[in-house]
């Protein structure tokens, strides 16, 4: 899934787990993000299956995200969700979340019970070990991979460096290593 322009130049990548507090904690630096740069950027969100329940949570949300309401894909609602709600989910509670948002029940249970979409979670997992990502969240950012939270200040400027340069940018901060993607 993802945000923004999906032709933009500058590409970010998260890779996240919905019960990881510190990817919780870095969801409004995305938020701003995209809310200053969506025509810029194109945002990808990824799994990362580090926690006990992490892949129950990321199958429910690629689950919600097959369903539409409104014409738009429940998986950000449900990816909201996921987060604000983080620690406080129990069994059967993602259901009640995913129909709460506006998915059909019947279709997004069988969906979870079938594990429908533990092939992308795997591929996302395998991706990960890859790139040599051992932790959430963890970031590419064009060729650029970044371990740990990242602030506004810090993904603006790697953005403003990007815009100005080109996306075949030079690694700006030390934190940031040249990677594949």
Request: hydrophobic share 35%.
């Amino acid at each position: 899934p993802y945000l923004g322009n999906p032709n933009a130049d500058i590409v970010i990548v998260e890779f996240s787990d919905f019960a990881c507090p510190y990817c919780k904690e870095n969801e409004p630096v995305i938020k701003a993000i995209m809310a200053k740069y969506s025509k810029q950027v194109k945002f990808i969100y990824r799994n990362l299956l580090l926690h006990q329940d992490s892949g129950q949570l990321a199958l429910a949300s690629l689950c919600a995200g097959e369903q539409q309401k409104n014409g738009v894909s429940l998986f950000w609602p449900m990816h909201d969700q996921l987060f604000n709600l983080q620690g406080k989910i129990g069994d059967g509670d993602l259901t009640k979340i995913a129909v709460a948002l506006g998915a059909n029940e019947k279709t997004f249970q069988n969906c979870l019970d079938t594990q429908k979409y533990a092939g992308i979670l795997n591929d996302d997992m395998s991706s990960a070990d890859t790139i040599g990502i051992t932790g959430s969240p963890a970031w590419l950012i064009n060729n650029y991979k970044i371990d740990g939270e990242v602030t506004q200040e810090e993904m603006e400027s790697m953005i403003q460096e990007l815009l100005k340069n080109g996306p075949g940018l030079e690694a700006p901060t030390s934190n940031a290593t040249s990677s594949q993607q």
